[in-house]
């Protein structure tokens, strides 16, 4: 559990306040039907719109029908979530940095939720599209205990995110870390499989391996964590170091390269994980999620 109340947050929650201080602005909307959200992005540099017709999706091999797909130009609601933990081969003032980039590449009505984790979830700044307001939370940053990567991942989408939806259908983590887990009760494979079934995205801004690639049972490696975790849910990793690059990076792909396809699967299983597996035609790139999990809740 994160410490910390959650009723501002929920009434936070749906307030899209201006940011004097982000560079950028838009509006929302969303579309109907069974719906992922696909990152999708012209490489031919024409000026044509992306339609259903360049786009082909299957689910455990078999092609489904596209029933729409649309722009979606509604406002991101984006988790830091910071490892706090003692052995993190950082320091506190580059994860400070890190974390500002945020705010500074944030479009209007964006906002921002950081958290910090050792053995608990913190909340170090609840939703918010204020500089510096985020700048002074930032300040409990601090090094300490072990990292309970799973479990923070578990709370960020059921106390903080979850309550966001149906509405909020634009949501992403970014993890400040390198993905070590030591001693969460939530288990990996579950929480891939609940960052999917939301639809929530999932960023890294990778620290190097403090592991040294050491065997954890029952568990990915800390690098595999991260891979799995990004490409698991149609994000991407970078370096700490590439903070500011993968700021920008991350809230204008958020803004201007983010979709939402909507379709009725067919021939497919709903108590069964389905591969899902998108391809466009030439000239266009797609990223999205690896799978749909079964429709039944985790205990």
């Not at 930032?138 to 903080?160: C, H, I, M, Q």
Request: charged share 25%.
């Amino acid at each position: 559990m994160i410490k910390g109340a959650f009723t501002a947050v929920l009434i936070l929650a749906g307030l899209s306040t201006a940011l004097a201080q982000s560079r950028h602005s838009a509006r929302g909307g969303e579309s109907e039907g069974t719906v992922i959200p696909v990152t999708a992005w012209r490489t031919d540099k024409k000026a044509d719109p992306i339609k259903v017709e360049n786009l082909f999706l299957y689910e455990n091999g078999i092609e489904q029908k596209i029933k729409n797909f649309s722009y979606d130009p509604s406002p991101a609601r984006i988790v830091i979530l910071v490892d706090n933990s003692q052995t993190l081969p950082t320091d506190v003032e580059k994860m400070k940095a890190a974390t500002m980039e945020f705010a500074y590449e944030i479009f209007e009505g964006d906002q921002l939720f950081v958290l910090a984790y050792d053995e608990k979830a913190e909340i170090i700044q609840e939703w918010t599209d204020d500089a510096k307001k985020l700048e002074t939370s930032l300040a409990t940053f601090r090094k300490k205990g072990n990292p309970y990567l799973f479990d923070a991942l578990d709370s960020v989408s059921k106390e903080v995110l979850l309550p966001l939806m149906p509405g909020t259908r634009k949501t992403a983590v970014v993890v400040i870390g390198d993905g070590l887990d030591r001693g969460s009760k939530v288990k990996f494979d579950q929480i891939v499989g609940e960052m999917q079934n939301n639809n929530i995205t999932v960023y890294f801004l990778q620290v190097p391996d403090r592991s040294g690639g050491a065997y954890r049972r029952d568990q990915p490696k800390a690098p595999a964590v991260v891979t799995q975790l990004t490409e698991g849910t149609g994000g991407k990793a970078f370096t700490l170091d590439e903070a500011q690059t993968a700021a920008k990076f991350i809230c204008d792909e958020l803004r201007r390269n983010r979709y939402i396809l909507s379709y009725q699967p067919v021939n497919t299983s709903a108590v069964d994980a389905r591969r899902v597996f998108l391809i466009a035609q030439d000239g266009i790139s797609t990223r999205t999620k690896t799978a749909q999990p079964p429709n039944i809740k985790a205990n």
